[in-house]
């Protein structure tokens, strides 16, 4: 069982930045392909289990990024130029290995309990 903490969300005003971080524990954090979900569980990124492959949804692209560090345990997203669009709870979760990142919530199997994103006009 993986336990999933998210970190780092706020408020900030549009064109501003913000580093959401999710710490995991209780599993072994390498073997786990990582994605950040929003609003009703929406992909917007996702990394492969040693970050040598990501993916994102098109709206985030060239804005967000998606890194993971697996000796502490931790994935992040890094997102700037925040639009009010961004606006959302925010979601990190964990995909037992497989050979593509799942762009579906379905395909992940642990779940944070979500961190607010809000991005003031």
């Known amino acids: 069982q993986v336990r999933l903490v998210e970190f780092g969300g706020g408020m900030v005003p549009t064109g501003g930045s913000l580093r959401l971080s999710c710490a995991a524990s209780?599993?072994?954090?390498?073997?786990?392909?990582m994605g950040w979900f929003r609003k009703d569980r929406d992909f917007v990124a996702g990394i492969s289990r040693r970050g040598g492959m990501t993916d994102y949804v098109d709206s985030v692209k060239g804005r967000f990024t998606i890194s993971r560090d697996n000796g502490k345990n931790t994935v992040y997203l890094q997102m700037n130029n925040l639009k009010p669009e961004d606006t959302a709870v925010y979601y990190c979760?964990?995909?037992?290995?497989?050979?593509?990142?799942?762009?579906?919530?379905?395909?992940?199997?642990?779940w944070g309990q979500g961190i607010q994103v809000t991005v003031s006009s």
């Open positions: 209780g599993g072994t954090f390498s073997t786990y392909t």
């Open positions: 979760a964990a995909q037992s290995w497989r050979p593509t990142i799942g762009k579906t919530a379905s395909e992940y199997a642990f």
